[in-house]
């Protein structure tokens, strides 16, 4: 480790710190309705969208028309999306004339990119034609983040209002923010993406000359506008295979920053929108410092293990750090940061080989995940995930003081944490389950690259990665069979609306009640004990549910690298 790499990582923390409260503040008013200096321009189009879907911004809906709309919204944009990629060999903006996406591919991936996964068994320069990757999968990378976003502060007016009957209105609520706030940033990201080389074209590949005479040809196209929301909306997929450490997707180290700062611009924003909405803003900071002190922890174990390097190298008389499968651009301090930053953000965006990283490096994108990427996590999707945690930990804080647990003045009663507990241990189910299966089906494990512990952590991380809906990979797993395809398909759908319909549930009750006072024996939620207690009760959770799987996987294969052991 060295001065300048962790000057880099306190920098780009400075920057998420200095960005929260202003983006916070306009998401805020945005979905208070109230407005903003773009309302002049965007308020006609937003009341003719409304008059086309036959609702209205003064329309509120029960959490279950709430929860309804969004499955019915996710179920059609399913279905567009898997017929564009069936009929993609017979529609236009198809210069490099790819066929038709095979079934069960395009099932993955229309699963994929509905859920905020973005998980890819396929290289998108070679299998997705302009008119895909444009209105399939970059429509998908707005909606699907408006979709999460909108499920966040529809939660949120749950501990927000007292004896209500509603939660919001799931249209009106993915109109604003994808019209007011994806839209907006995204126009300006792909400006400065271009500026800094990334190609924003409709026109053929094109042919290279090499210096030794050969032919090449140069994939390209409307690479910025897709990374523009790639990043934002933490979706991830990458127009190229190589994904951000493709030099078209991510020219330098300016772009390598402006990408990490817009992983986790929104959903640490959110955290201010919180407490806004609750009427106090500590709240949002305490649940912002419990995300830092999980990040932090993540990124001086990633980078302090890549730092170090492999030993089994070192013990050839090698010394550095683990540049295999890094960007030399980019070095290991960045490297180590993206690498925590995506699997946190539910992004799964890349700028190296997870599958490279040595045991400890890959164990935390891994452990980031399966924490359900509360650490700031996907746009919303993280924000709703963490108020799972919240409502376990208070009810675990009124259990060792004997009191009825409250939060900002709800009684969180025996349904909120059934369903919070529900919401938390579907996740584990969806990745341990589908694991312990394909490690003893035989043309599951023939896909892995490797025996031993890492291959079992090539597969535990796959599912780890769907059931999150992060879509990073360990590169040594062959995911393109119709086992993968189909059963990461699945896992993806149980890590987003098994988590989703418990969360609304929670909304829609706790909507109802009326607001407590705080008194003499009201537990703080606002301090340094509810951080401790927050970041204790996760780990624990985690920890209890993952601890056999990472035993077998990463925990062995560290210890069997000191040892000088391979597989």
């Known amino acids: 480790m060295t001065l300048n790499g962790w000057l880099q990582i306190l920098v780009y923390c400075g920057i998420i710190v200095l960005l929260v409260k202003p983006l916070g503040g306009y998401m805020y008013r945005v979905f208070n309705g109230d407005r903003t200096f773009l309302s002049p321009v965007l308020g006609p189009i937003e009341r003719g969208l409304y008059r086309i879907a036959g609702t209205s911004e003064r329309e509120e809906q029960h959490w279950t028309t709430y929860a309804a709309g969004i499955m019915f919204f996710s179920v059609a944009s399913f279905l567009v999306l898997y017929v564009l990629q069936r009929l993609q060999g017979v529609l236009p903006y198809n210069p490099a004339g790819m066929t038709a996406v095979e079934p069960n591919l395009a099932f993955n991936t229309a699963v994929s990119f509905v859920s905020n996964t973005n998980w890819q068994n396929y290289g998108g320069e070679s299998t997705m034609s302009y008119l895909v990757q444009m209105a399939g999968l970059t429509v998908q990378n707005f909606m699907s983040a408006a979709v999460g976003i909108a499920i966040a502060v529809a939660l949120i007016r749950g501990f927000a209002r007292a004896s209500a009957k509603s939660i919001g209105n799931f249209w009106v609520d993915m109109t604003r923010c994808t019209l007011y706030v994806l839209l ?210 208070v009810f675990v804080a009124g259990l060792m003081v004997g009191r009825t647990p409250e939060y900002l003045g709800k009684k969180i009663e025996a349904k909120e944490v059934k369903m919070a507990m529900l919401a938390i241990l579907c996740l584990p189910l969806a990745m341990l389950v589908f694991t312990a299966i394909a490690v003893v089906l035989p043309s599951a494990v023939a896909s892995i690259a490797n025996s031993g512990p890492h291959g079992f952590s090539e597969i535990l991380y796959a599912y780890t990665s769907a059931a999150a809906n992060n879509g990073s990979a360990f590169g040594g797993l062959s995911g393109n069979t119709p086992w993968y395809n189909i059963t990461l398909g699945i896992t993806m759908l149980m890590g987003r609306f098994l988590v989703i319909v418990p969360a609304l549930a929670i909304a829609g009750s706790l909507v109802a009640k009326k607001t407590v006072p705080a008194s003499a024996g009201t537990f703080p939620t606002d301090g340094p004990l509810f951080v401790g207690l927050l970041v204790g009760v996760i780990l624990i959770v985690v920890g209890l549910t993952f601890f056999p799987a990472l035993a077998i996987g990463p925990i062995v294969e560290h210890l069997a690298m000191i040892h000088g052991q391979t597989f």
């Open 184 to 393: 907006p940033l995204c126009i300006i990201l792909t400006l400065v993406y271009v500026w800094l080389g990334m190609p924003q074209t409709l026109g053929s590949y094109v042919n290279a000359t090499t210096l030794e005479g050969a032919q090449q040809t140069i994939a390209v196209g409307p690479v910025a506008s897709q990374v523009a929301i790639k990043m934002l909306g933490t979706n991830g997929g990458g127009f190229f295979n190589a994904n951000a450490a493709h030099p078209f997707e991510n020219p330098d180290a300016i772009s390598n920053l402006i990408q990490m700062v817009t992983i986790f611009a929104l959903g640490a924003a959110l955290t201010n929108v919180f407490g806004r909405m609750v009427g106090n803003q500590r709240q949002g900071w305490a649940i912002l410092a419990t995300m830092g002190v999980l990040f932090i922890a993540g990124v001086a174990v990633c980078y302090w293990a890549e730092a170090g390097g492999n030993p089994l190298v070192h013990a050839l008389g090698i010394d550095g750090g683990n540049m295999e499968g890094k960007e030399s651009r980019f070095g290991i301090a960045m490297s180590a940061l993206f690498a925590v930053v995506t699997t946190a953000a539910s992004c799964g965006a890349v700028n190296a080989m997870h599958d490279s990283f040595t045991a400890l490096g890959g164990f935390i994108p891994m452990i980031n995940m399966q924490l359900g990427e509360v650490i700031v996590g996907g746009v919303g999707a993280g924000f709703y995930g963490i108020l799972m945690f919240i409502v376990v930990a």
